[in-house]
């Protein structure tokens, strides 16, 4: 552990760079989770709104 640790503390540039992309991608990676929770929620709710009721599939 400690040759990484020593390893980024004397190449700035890199562990700069490692760290931002783990956050962008750590980012991006919980924005489309959450967009796609909302996505699916609305998507059933429309398909529930147009299903026909089991009723009438029983009596037709």
């Given at each position: ?24 991608y ?35």
């Amino acid at each position: 552990m400690e040759h990484w640790m020593k390893y980024f503390l004397d190449h700035p540039f890199w562990f700069t760079l490692t760290a931002a992309c783990l956050v962008w991608y750590s980012t991006i990676t919980v924005y489309v989770a959450i967009r796609g929770v909302f996505d699916i929620r609305g998507m059933l709710k429309r398909l529930q709104a147009d299903a026909p009721d089991a009723n009438e599939d029983a009596a037709g």
